[in-house]
């Protein structure tokens, strides 16, 4: 088990992030290594796969914001233009 692991709750669904390229949105937008991603532009995020669908349609808005809750557990909102 991973800190990551340890971190959520046993049932907590979302998209976990395992990387962030430097000068990536995710960088940009403060997302971190073991943030995990639960809710993109009002639509929740379960796995990896809703992540991509949530993504593909807040972009096509042209108004997406991302919300995690971070390595500190308090949820946060990342805006992307």
């Known amino acids: 088990m991973t800190a990551a692991d340890e971190q959520w709750k ?3 669904k979302g998209a976990l992030v395992e990387d962030v390229k430097s000068g990536s ?3 940009l ?3 971190y290594v073991g943030d995990l991603i639960v809710e ?3 639509q929740p995020v379960t796995n990896v ?3 991509h669908a ?3 349609h807040a972009t096509a ?3 997406p914001t991302v919300q995690d809750q971070g390595q500190t557990g308090h949820p946060h ?3 992307r233009n």
């Open 25 to 27: 949105w995710a960088e």
């Open 54 to 56: 949530a993504l593909d």
């Open 61 to 63: 808005l042209k108004e």
């Open 40 to 42: 993109v532009d009002g």
């Open 77 to 79: 909102r990342v805006y």
């Open 49 to 51: 796969d809703s992540l």
């Open 10 to 12: 046993q049932d907590q």
């Open 29 to 31: 937008g403060a997302l």
